[in-house]
């Protein structure tokens, strides 16, 4: 009997220690802020389109880290964005929900603008130029290709123009796409 | 609204802890020799599973987070002593043959596994189904494995049943192939690797096979 | 002449394949009355070029064409009289394919018996040394540079670097070693040996040019020994020069004309990673380059280039002296091409295959392979790579291409930076020693594409991040002056309304939405309109 | 577009490998009778139809598989290293063991992490360890006494008759390295155990011959540029070195270097095993480390080990970890800084 | 300052859980401590008994067992137990228990039943780590090697003839496998050397 003792005696001791080594660093070590949001803010495409059902990215990473939102919401980052967040949280790679969007500018047909700056409102990164009834333009490096613009405008003179690749931007194709499927 | 049909599913199928998740390798490659072999640790680990995902589930709201790894190590390590000395007692016989496996069930990350990830966000009834699910779901791989190797290795089925059910089980045993003079890979360790890896690949096709859309396409290229 | 001590790791024996231009002068060719020159806006490395002339405006040979800006970037010029027909795209002598701005010039009529490439008769220049060093010394370093990027002088030997750019790096630091490139390691093309054997006397002007301007401690010309007719030309013409110029011959080894692997071959020295030559005190340059500029310093501008044309599918294959911007098909019927060819540009380790014959040249082509399609071989069976490692053995820039393959075929980018993806220059060596057959460059170019294009997207990403943040704070910050400038007009309305309760204005808002009502009719009319008339 | 490209392919290369294993089998034959042949004959059409049987249920052509000739070079790897009687079944599951498990479940030729003859034969050896160890007295024209002829392998190999015309008992006995180690563990000393195995020779009659054979084979192919001399020569070096310096300590414990060389399958795994490039490291100082530690593993587990020859065991252990050592043998780049 | 009552609560929480577990356990441990030595008695007694019918003596085999020293022909480095087979009293056989070290790989545990007579009733077997499929035919259930040795005695076979046959003696060795069948036939040998030697010294043992 005094042996059973001994050995809960021996253990309790040693499980108070720990238990109380434990709650200190609980208490201690608490992480401040929370550094994998940034660092899928980081992934996301930034062109704080909305398409992912989120008022922008960063909502949008917070609400990955926070409330485990899927990753595979954003159509602008396609199956790249998806997969880098699969590998940095660990989760299954999903098929994308919508489909990939391939990169496109906002245009505004010039002539058809009445210079109402409903749009220049609307853009998330200050993309639009332009002043009240006066021809707005879009600066074409800047544009994300969000669409947030379209609806706005009244007259319907914006739309999505894909960018084309040119000799600057165009890099090697993929060999295995030549690959004979033998 | 907790959905049965899925936590069954996952534990016998989908998410199968010796197929899918690739817990508690050590001993299920270790003790797969035989049949029986593979039964008893079947069951044993089941009975951990059961004890362990009940309680972790009747206390998981006492238990703050800091300490809840250590308490369900401590409720795991008590159990499977338990269990061992238990069967020391009644099953003296197929103790010896599992030998150190059984205090490696504590280690058995498929038990802490369910622990933390099922027992402790859910309540009583479905940890319970959890822990049966998981079980049957990992003794069946052991029994599967088991026989495997125990008809290439020696040629019978169930050999020592008498072990587990008594001396009036000895008539389950049988001889699968007559006069075989035994295939050593299948009981040595590479044999169980081996065996494992061929089940794996006949679930992965039986899913292919199941749904429509290809494996490959989901995952990254 | 000397021969080199020194080594550099790798490299390959390919068939040479010369026999069939390299006894062949340069001869000059020009365009044919119906065709046009196609002066494509951007020639070589560099920023895009401004046309400076616009549709209908007539041009002369030698006139400049266009502006550009930025140091690393030259003008192009019209090798012709003529008239400018059209700035638009048109096919591009590319990779890829695609089409690129071009200026479109329609020579006069019969201007091609006068092209300036005869006219100046090149080939028997005589160098007045008393004329170029009274030159030199009246003109500062920062003129001579600016004489040659005027003069569209751009790197010959393929890459198409601005020579001006090298050389304002190389006035800047202390030159040790000038080194030049004559080595033209690449099977089949033979325009830079022609030139060396036919115009020795303009490339040592070259020298003495750069000579004059970065002051190196030595001078250097690269030729390998194939080419000894090449050395001979040289050696003459070096005994008159006032620089110390000395000769090296190396072993022909293909990619010894590698800017760098030429620098180990003659120094000794390799260039650090991720820097230029001039970090280890050399600049290098390419003989057509050295030719090129002692002709831009005299005023007479980039317009033609020296371009092999060789291969089964010419009935005569040579070296020809051509205007830069004639269409490439226009060259190849001169040459007399037969039907159903597949013509590379560039050598047969680095070139591409060209998609369009109606290209046109560019200052980068030095070499157009033209091969029937009956006598090409059929794509070489491709089998798994076995990790023979015959392609770390070969490789010139000491990488391990099958472990970049893996990486680069299983997609992990990460991986092939690591393993130094960004040093390989492409040269080839791999896919030739490979006996698997494996299109190793292909995925080496594959990757760096995928690589270069996520780093743009991680900035324009950045970039876009910025400024949203920027948007958003002035959101906020306009609508809390708002709010305040709101509150202040409450108040003093208030105490407006107390003093003055009749007045009866209608409302900003309803003011301005009326407007855009009237706007939206106009704007829907407008577009009726346009529907109308289309 | 199609590129200029040397006239070296993987069938030719595997074609040169094959060649240099033409004196080996000769000796081998003249040596211990026609059983490795015998082998070689059941197991190459084995091979390549399990090659193409897998492939073919991958769904993919199985033709450029078969004429990268990879499939007969395996059986014909395996074939040098069985003992000359086994029975036939027992080659046609080594092969299929090879070939199945060790290269077509990892994606096929290029893509297996462990050398497949070397599965084979391991597979074999630890499940059939009675037959993998009952080798044949030397014999022949070489060594004084009587071949066992084609009629006799065939017989015993096949089983075909109640009685063969030679019991295998009557012919059979371990290899040098196994009596040598029993002669130790009977407390003999290695000059005594030599006599008592080989009649005064080197490291056994008849094997030494074998070894000097692939030995001609291995440098057939270092110098037709077929494998690179750091492996081998390595390997060789660090026996070499690690034998002489037991052997100089203690000479009645442990054997002479010669003898280590000489015997069992050491040529064999250094010239034609571990130089399998698919398997082997990559870089030159990791084909040199990789060399190395086969070397001083064939020598530890001869010397200590429950095997008595380790040349298969030593190659796929450093198979593993070929990754590793290429990782951290990456070879210095053009215009690399030293402290970048 | 750091929240005191939250470390204090995890201590309590944990050191609860460690109390109520150990003596969860060490209840089962009392509630089996029986069952288990009696399992483990049985286990020992199953591999002694193999050896002798069991009508050929009647006491009690592991009751009766005493120490003998560590020696060298026995191959022990620790004091083992000897076990005397009696009838009414009188030993009329000791089983031993030496080890070899001569085996390829570790040690093999072997049980040796010595008839007072110095002949040997049985050899077995306890354990060994012999290459399976090879050395393992020493193992009773894979052959029946183990029973050439009943009945031999130093008498019967001359130093020479306790030897395997390779060597010049009478006993089998596996083709293949000369190591481990020799290692036996050495031991056993030792130790019927050891029962000759120490005889009078074990009876006396035996009988108190």
Redesign the interface.
């Known amino acids: 009997m005094s042996s059973m003792l001994i050995a809960a005696l021996v253990i309790g001791g040693m499980a108070t220690l720990f238990g109380a080594l434990l709650g200190y660093a609980s208490v201690h070590y608490k992480v401040e802020g929370d550094p994998i949001t940034d660092k899928i803010d980081q992934i996301l495409p930034q062109t704080q389109c909305g398409q992912c059902g989120y008022p922008g990215c960063r909502p949008y990473a917070e609400a990955i880290s926070n409330e485990g939102a899927a990753i595979n919401l954003c159509p602008p980052g396609g199956e790249t964005v998806m997969v880098s967040l699969a590998d940095l949280l660990d989760r299954e790679p999903v098929a994308l929900e919508q489909e990939e969007r391939p990169p496109s500018l906002a245009l505004i047909d010039e002539k058809t603008c009445i210079g109402c700056t409903l749009c220049i409102q609307a853009c998330p990164v200050d993309a639009i130029l332009g002043a009240a009834k006066l021809m707005h333009t879009v600066i074409a490096t800047e544009c994300t290709g969000c669409e947030l613009c379209l609806a706005p405008c009244p007259v319907d003179c914006i739309t999505m123009e894909p960018i084309p690749t040119d000799i600057t931007d165009w890099s090697w194709p993929d060999p295995d796409m030549f690959k004979v499927a033998a | 609204m907790i959905e049965y049909n899925k936590i069954v599913n996952d534990g016998l199928w989908r998410n199968n802890a010796g197929l899918v998740q690739l817990l508690g390798l050590c001993p299920l490659l270790a003790v797969t020799t035989t049949t029986i072999n593979g039964l008893g640790l079947g069951i044993a680990t089941t009975l951990t599973l059961i004890i362990s995902n009940l309680m972790v589930s009747s206390i998981r709201n006492f238990i703050t987070s800091e300490i809840r790894i250590p308490v369900f190590v401590m409720i795991i390590a008590c159990t499977v002593t338990g269990i061992e000395l238990a069967m020391n007692a009644w099953f003296h016989e197929l103790f010896l043959v599992l030998g150190i496996f059984i205090p490696l069930i504590v280690t058995n990350c498929a038990i802490i596994g369910r622990a933390e990830a099922f027992a402790s966000r859910n309540s009583l009834l479905p940890s319970l189904l959890d822990a049966i699910s998981m079980g049957i779901g990992f003794t069946l791989i052991l029994i599967l494995l088991g026989g495997m190797r125990e008809i290439f290795g020696f040629g019978t089925l169930l050999a020592q049943s008498d072990l587990m059910f008594g001396e009036g089980a000895s008539w389950m045993t049988m001889t699968i192939i007559e006069d075989y003079r035994g295939f050593l890979l299948a009981i040595l360790p590479p044999g169980a690797f081996i065996g494992l890896g061929l089940i794996i690949a006949a679930k992965n096709r039986i899913d292919m096979r199941v749904s429509a859309a290809p494996l490959s396409n989901m995952l990254p290229q | 002449m000397t021969l080199t001590n020194f080594k550099f790791h790798g490299g390959i024996h390919p068939k040479q394949l010369k026999d069939l231009s390299r006894d062949r002068a340069i001869e000059s060719i020009s365009w044919r009355d119906e065709d046009e020159i196609v002066i494509t806006l951007s020639q070589g490395i560099g920023s895009l070029n401004h046309p400076i002339l616009s549709i209908g405006d007539s041009v002369q040979a030698k006139q400049r064409i266009s502006e550009c800006y930025g140091e690393i970037s030259v003008p192009v010029h019209s090798p012709c009289d003529g008239t400018i027909t059209a700035i638009e795209e048109r096919p591009a002598t590319h990779p890829s394919g695609l089409q690129a701005v071009a200026i479109v010039i329609k020579p006069d009529a019969d201007s091609s018996k006068i092209d300036i490439n005869k006219a100046n008769d090149l080939v028997n220049h005589k160098i007045d040394v008393s004329k170029l060093s009274e030159l030199l010394s009246s003109l500062t370093a920062e003129e001579i540079i600016s004489k040659i990027r005027i003069g569209g002088v751009i790197g010959l030997g393929g890459a198409g670097f601005p020579t001006c750019a090298k050389l304002h790096g190389g006035i800047k630091t202390n030159i040790e070693t000038l080194i030049i490139n004559g080595m033209e390691c690449e099977p089949r093309i033979t325009c830079d040996d022609r030139l060396m054997r036919e115009r020795a006397i303009e490339i040592i002007a070259g020298v003495e040019i750069l000579d004059h301007l970065l002051h190196p401690n030595s001078i250097k010309i690269g030729v390998e020994d194939n080419k000894p007719e090449a050395i001979l030309a040289l050696e003459i013409a070096t005994t008159s020069s006032t620089s110390s110029i000395e000769i090296i011959t190396t072993p022909t080894l293909y990619p010894s004309g590698g800017e760098r692997q030429l620098i180990q071959l003659l120094t000794g020295k390799e260039v650090p990673s991720g820097t230029l030559p001039s970090a280890i005190g050399v600049v290098c340059q390419n003989v057509a380059t050295v030719a090129a500029l002692y002709h831009a310093l005299l005023e007479r501008p980039l317009t033609h280039r020296v371009v092999t044309v060789t291969g089964d599918g010419v009935e005569s294959a040579g070296n020809y002296s051509v205007p830069i911007g004639i269409p490439i098909d226009s060259l190849l019927t001169q040459c007399g091409v037969v039907d159903s060819v597949r013509i590379t540009v560039g050598g047969p380790m680095m070139g591409f295959e060209l998609h369009n014959s109606r290209s046109p040249i560019t200052k980068t082509v030095n070499c157009l392979i033209v091969e029937k399609n009956s006598s090409l071989p059929s794509a070489p069976e491709r089998y798994n790579c076995i990790r023979c490692a015959s392609c770390s053995d070969a490789c010139p820039a000491k990488l391990m291409p099958q472990q970049l393959y893996w990486a680069a075929q299983s997609r992990d980018f990460e991986q092939t930076e690591k393993l130094n993806l960004f040093d390989c220059i492409e040269c080839g060596c791999c896919d030739f020693v490979c006996p698997s057959k494996i299109p190793l460059v292909s995925y080496y170019r594959y990757a760096k594409g995928v690589i270069r294009g996520a780093k743009q997207e991680q900035n324009r990403a950045d970039e876009a991040r910025v400024r949203h943040e920027f948007h958003d704070a002035r959101i906020t910050r306009e609508k809390a002056e708002k709010a305040e400038k709101l509150a202040k007009k409450r108040a003093a309305l208030k105490a407006k309304k107390e003093s003055n309760k009749s007045t009866d204005k209608p409302n900003d808002a309803d003011k301005k939405g009326a407007a855009i009502r009237a706007a939206i009719k106009r704007a829907e009319a407008k577009k009726k309109a346009a529907a109308a008339n289309s | 577009?199609?590129?200029?490209?040397?006239d070296?392919?993987?069938a030719?290369?595997m074609l040169k490998v094959i060649a240099a294993l033409i004196p080996g089998y000769i000796a081998l034959s003249l040596i211990f009778g026609p059983g490795a042949l015998i082998h070689a004959a059941i197991m190459i059409p084995v091979a390549m139809l399990a090659e193409a049987t897998i492939i073919w249920m991958r769904s993919?052509?199985a033709v450029?598989a078969i004429?990268?000739l990879?499939a007969p070079l395996t059986a014909l790897l395996l074939a040098a290293a069985l003992p000359p009687l086994l029975p036939w079944w027992m080659a046609i599951v080594g092969i299929l063991f090879a070939i199945i498990?060790a290269k077509q479940?990892y994606g096929?030729?290029?893509?297996n992490p462990f050398n497949p003859a070397m599965v084979g034969y391991v597979?074999l050896l630890?499940?059939?360890?009675?037959?993998m160890?009952?080798w044949l007295t030397p014999a022949g024209a070489i060594v004084g006494g009587d071949t066992i002829g084609f009629i006799q392998s065939a017989e015993i190999i096949f089983g075909t008759i109640e009685n063969p015309s030679i019991t295998?008992?009557g012919v059979?006995g371990?290899t040098p390295l196994d009596a040598m180690?029993?002669a130790l563990?009977?407390g003999l000393t290695i000059s005594e155990g030599i006599k008592e195995i080989s009649n005064g020779v080197l490291a056994g009659s008849g094997w030494e011959i074998i070894n000097l054979t692939f030995l001609i084979g291995g440098i057939y192919l270092i110098a037709s540029r077929t494998i690179?001399w750091h492996i081998p020569v390595s390997m060789l070096v660090a026996l070499l070195i690690i034998s002489a310096l037991f052997n100089t300590v203690d000479p009645d414990r442990y054997s002479t270097p010669l003898y280590h060389l000489l015997s069992g399958g050491t040529m064999l795994g250094a010239f034609f095993i571990a130089t399998d490039?698919?398997t082997?490291s990559?870089?030159p100082r990791g084909r040199i480390w990789f060399g190395a530690c086969i070397g001083i593993l064939i020598y530890t587990i001869r010397s200590w080990g429950?095997y008595p020859d380790a040349v298969a065991f030593s190659v796929l252990l450093l198979n593993m970890f070929t990754p590793l050592i290429?990782h951290f043998t990456?070879?210095?780049?053009?215009?690399?800084?030293d402290n970048? | 300052m750091v929240n005191m009552s939250n470390i204090i609560r995890s201590a309590m929480v944990l050191a609860l859980f460690a109390v109520c577990g150990t003596l969860l356990v060490a209840i089962t441990y009392e509630l089996t401590r029986e069952q288990i030595a009696e399992n483990e008695r049985l286990s020992l007694l199953k591999s002694l008994t193999q050896l002798l019918p069991a009508e050929s003596y009647n006491n009690s085999l592991l009751d009766d067992k005493f120490l003998i020293e560590a020696d060298s022909l026995l191959g022990t480095t620790d004091s083992t137990y000897a076990y005397p087979a009696k009838v009414d009293g009188d030993s009329h056989t000791i089983l031993l228990t030496p080890d070899s070290q001569e085996g390829y790989t570790g040690t093999i545990n072997i049980l040796v039943a010595i008839n007072i007579d110095g002949t040997v009733v049985g050899v077995r077997v306890l354990s060994h780590r012999e290459t399976p499929g090879l050395g393992d035919l020493i193992e009773e259930r894979r052959s029946n090697w183990i029973h050439t040795f009943a009945g031999r005695s130093l008498e019967s076979l001359t130093t020479k003839e306790w030897q395997v046959k390779k060597d010049g003696g009478v006993f089998d060795q596996f083709t293949g496998a000369t190591i481990t069948p020799r290692a036996i036939v050495k031991a056993v040998h030792r130790s019927l050397l050891y029962f000759q030697k120490n005889r009078d010294k074990l009876l006396e043992l035996a009988n108190d």
């Open positions: 577009m199609i590129k200029t490209t040397a070296s392919t993987t030719r290369e993919r052509s450029p004429k990268d990879s498990i479940l096929g030729l290029g893509q597979i630890v499940s059939f360890p009675l037959e160890t009952s295998i008992d059979t371990a180690k029993t563990y009977q690179s490039p698919v082997a990559t870089t429950g290429d990456q070879p210095k780049i053009y215009g690399e800084r970048g």
